[in-house]
Structure formats: structure tokens, C-alpha cells
């Protein structure tokens, strides 16, 4: 497992430890082959938005600040929390940011074909080192596909915490990336950014992760 320590100011981030329950994971939607544009962002930011990591597509774990520390990453809103049946909902995405790790894979998403070559979510035509997969998931057919060197570091590190953090490998290893309302009521295990919110599309269905949670 590579990491490299790309630490945030300690104004982006939140430092008090905080008890960790639940593992989320999201893509950046931005280059894959370098974190520094996501990193730059959150350092310009005052709204200490961020996650604990970057993986990289080389597979590279690019570290921000500590796992027991918490920045903003769900933007659940308080309106669908409202709507959904809770009574917290004015607190309730606090909570969830704060008793969850979140880890980033870099990588543009979802992605658009024309006159087959694919465009990212700014109309660049994307790499030709990358590879997309067709899946059609919440309005996109085609997304950015995560490299095997990013899931192999993925695994390594989510095992990591595990362990450190007692954390149960219930969740999305059932291959239910939908909004969970298992996720938003704070069950321990791993979930997907798209398991807190209809708007979002990370992470893809992708087998692979699922087999690997599995396995875990």
C-alpha cells in the first residue's frame, strides 16, 4: 500500500477524533492522473470540504488528514432527511460526516460518447489511456473506469480500517448502491456516496468492488 501524506491545513478539516462507523466512497469527477487539482480546491475552500484520501489511478493513497478526524463529504439535504422520516434531520448530516471515513478514487465518472470518443463532464475529450465501461446508472451510459491498481489499494486500505475502527463489511458488498436507509441511520459498514443521495452517481455498479468487499 503506497501512501503519500498530502496534508491539508488544519483549517480544512475538522481534527477533533471522532468515532468511526461507517466507511463512504465516492469519485472526485475530476483527472484521474493527478490529485493535485481536488487537493488544491479543498485547500482555497473555507467550507472544509473534503475526504480523509485520494486514491489515485496509479493506485497511489493520496492521505489529507487523519482517519479519525472528519471533514463535509455527504451534503445530504436537510429537506429529503425531512421527507424520508427523520426527526434529526437538522443534525443528521453533521452526524453521518463525522462518524464516517471518506475516500475518494480519482477519476471523471460519468462520461458522454460522441462519434465515438467520450467527453467529460466539462466537454474534454478524455484520455486515451482511460477506459470507460458502458453502465447505464443515473443518467449517465458511460463512466470512467476505475483501474484495477485503484481497487487493489482500495481494498488494502478499507481492510486497514476495518480493522483500526471495528467496522463491519455489511453494505454495499450486496451490490445495493441505491439510496440506503441503512446508511443514513448510521449501520456500521461500507456504503457508496450514492447510498445517501439520489443526485449523486458514485460510485458506478462496478463488480469488481463488489467482490472485493466480499472477500473482505
Not at 488528514?65 to 436537510?78: M, R, Y
Request: hydrophobic fraction near 30%.
Amino acid at each position: 500500500m503506497k501512501v503519500i501524506q498530502t496534508p491539508l491545513p488544519i483549517n480544512q478539516y475538522y481534527p477533533e477524533p471522532q468515532k468511526k462507523l461507517q466507511i463512504v466512497l465516492h469519485h472526485t469527477v475530476s483527472n484521474p492522473l493527478s490529485p493535485q487539482g481536488d487537493i488544491g480546491f479543498w485547500r482555497s475552500d473555507s467550507t472544509r470540504i473534503a475526504t480523509y484520501c485520494i486514491i489515485s489511478y496509479d493506485g497511489t493513497i493520496n492521505r489529507c488528514f487523519p482517519s479519525n478526524a472528519w471533514a463535509h463529504h455527504l451534503g445530504v439535504k436537510t429537506s429529503e432527511l425531512k421527507s424520508i422520516g427523520f426527526k434529526d434531520f437538522m443534525i443528521r448530516n453533521n452526524i453521518l460526516n463525522r462518524n464516517s471515513i471518506a475516500i475518494e478514487l480519482d477519476g471523471w465518472g460519468g462520461v458522454t460518447k460522441y462519434h465515438d470518443n467520450f467527453f467529460n463532464v466539462y466537454g474534454k475529450p478524455l484520455d486515451k489511456s482511460l477506459d470507460v465501461i458502458e453502465c447505464k446508472w443515473r443518467g449517465y451510459e458511460y463512466f470512467q473506469k476505475y483501474s484495477d491498481e485503484q481497487i487493489q489499494a482500495l481494498e488494502e486500505l478499507i481492510s486497514y480500517l476495518m480493522k483500526t475502527y471495528s467496522i463491519p463489511s455489511y453494505g454495499i458488498k450486496d451490490g445495493n448502491i441505491d439510496l440506503r436507509k441503512d446508511a443514513l441511520n448510521s449501520v456500521p459498514g461500507i456504503y457508496s456516496h450514492s447510498s445517501y443521495r439520489l443526485d449523486k452517481s458514485d460510485l458506478y455498479p462496478d463488480e469488481r468492488i463488489f467482490r472485493m468487499l466480499k472477500n473482505l
